[in-house]
């Protein structure tokens, strides 16, 4: 007996007829969740999107009126009589383009920033950095495109859903009202032919409605793209605030030394030529009255001494010695043990990054902030009680100084507060004064690493 031929493989139909419904189902399934997905975003966004175009046309109304009084300040600097309010039209007008700078930012979720030269001096300077600013030309810029389109797009914002729900309900209600009343796109509903038309018209309205959300970003591309800085305004600010820095860290560091050179001085150098002279005095008593050279010398020894202190004074102003043998956090637990007032040292166990050792540079400031800030206080607060907290990330450290005085404190030039903002700005940092009349006072600093 033969056996029969073993078939050939084929394709199972059942295998072959699972993969083609797969198939056919993944591409039903890809494309049609996509497409509502798309609808449904676009509706979810369509109320905050025409309400957005909406306030546009308000912004756009008062861009206009904005447009034309910058229309008659130019007229009437022809005859010169408006060139003093050239500067502070300028200014008036920042109001409304800084509400269009946040609307827009919180549209596209990302803030504008900007940057206005200060217009101050006289009048010929300030007339000067009104033309120069290239920030005061964005503005006109944006008054003269978005005043006129802004009213119009706010118009269709409103008349397109109304629109479409009005030709999507035609069929629902022209058999109710009176004949010839209904009218949709140039010709009267008085036939079921003619309202299906009108319902069809609904489609491409709807569809032009689902286009708003884009239309709003488009509006708030514009706005970004014309009240934004230039692509070099950031580089220029930041050359602008790092020759402010170095200018102030040069004063910082002559103060310190016209402070060192005063210090040792007045101080240490007087005491040592104090020192020499009782020596000398005592050296020529010696022989005549031993009692009066041995007084001379033992008040040598005490001059030598408070000299002595007085040199550590002044390497501890330089740089403490405790910052570098036992850290910052030894180092500020020291400054608040001597302190008049009591305090207390909040060091933040939970912060991202451990207090720990940071740069030289950085420790140095940190203390010399703090010991600033508690000596004003001292002086000046009237508080019972003093806290002083370190925290922070790993690229920042805070420093932060409460007291529960009577507030009111003011950062006048020359002042240790002044002193203190100076020292954070030489590490590119800053400084935030709070101090309501009535208290608390705190000063935070932040310090880059």
């Not at 050359?239 to 016209?258: C, F, I, K």
């Amino acid at each position: 007996m033969t056996a029969d031929p073993t078939p050939e493989p084929g394709p199972d139909p059942r295998a072959g007829g699972t993969a083609v419904d797969a198939r056919g189902d993944g591409e039903s399934g890809d494309t049609m969740p996509t497409a509502r997905r798309w609808t449904a975003n676009r509706l979810r966004a369509l109320p905050g999107s025409i309400g957005y175009l909406l306030i546009g046309g308000v912004t756009g109304a008062a861009a206009i009126l904005a447009t034309v009084g910058l229309l008659l300040v130019a007229a009437t600097s022809l005859l010169g009589v408006g060139i003093p309010a050239i500067p502070e039209f300028l200014r008036l007008i920042r109001p409304l383009t800084a509400f269009e700078r946040r609307r827009a930012g919180k549209r596209l979720g990302a803030p504008i920033p900007v940057a206005y030269r200060p217009m101050t001096g006289g009048l010929w300077q300030r007339l000067t950095t009104a033309f120069q600013d290239p920030a005061n030309g964005r503005d006109i810029a944006w008054l003269c495109l978005h005043g006129v389109p802004g009213m119009v797009v706010a118009l269709f914002a409103v008349g397109l859903p109304w629109g479409a729900l009005n030709q999507l309900t035609i069929p629902m209600y022209w058999r109710i009202v009176p004949p010839g009343t209904v009218e949709s796109f140039g010709f009267v509903v008085d036939s079921w032919p003619l309202a299906a038309v009108s319902a069809l018209i609904a489609i491409p309205l709807a569809a032009l409605v689902l286009q708003l959300p884009t239309v709003a970003r488009w509006q708030a591309l514009l706005a970004r793209t014309l009240l934004g800085p230039s692509p070099g305004a950031d580089l220029e600010v930041r050359v602008a605030e790092l020759t402010a820095t170095r200018a102030a860290a040069l004063d910082a560091h002559g103060a310190e030394l016209r402070r060192i050179e005063r210090d040792l001085h007045d101080g240490a150098q007087a005491r040592i030529a104090a020192v020499i002279m009782q020596l000398g005095l005592a050296d020529q008593l010696r022989q005549r009255d031993p009692n009066a050279a041995d007084e001379l010398v033992r008040k040598a020894q005490d001059t030598a001494e408070a000299a002595l202190a007085e040199l550590r004074d002044v390497v501890r102003g330089i740089y403490p010695p405790v910052l570098a043998d036992r850290g910052l956090t030894s180092a500020i637990s020291a400054l608040a043990a001597r302190s008049p007032i009591p305090c207390i040292l909040d060091v933040d166990e939970e912060a991202s990054a451990p207090i720990g050792r940071r740069p030289a540079a950085v420790e140095a400031a940190a203390y010399f902030v703090i010991a600033e800030a508690l000596t004003n206080a001292t002086k000046h607060s009237g508080a019972r009680q003093l806290r002083v907290g370190l925290g922070g990330t790993a690229e920042v450290l805070i420093v932060e100084v409460h007291d529960d005085g009577v507030g009111a404190a003011v950062e006048a030039e020359g002042g240790g507060l002044a002193g203190i903002r100076r020292r954070a700005q030489a590490l590119d940092g800053g400084m935030l004064l709070s101090s309501p009349p009535g208290g608390p006072t705190v000063v935070r600093v932040e310090l880059p690493c």
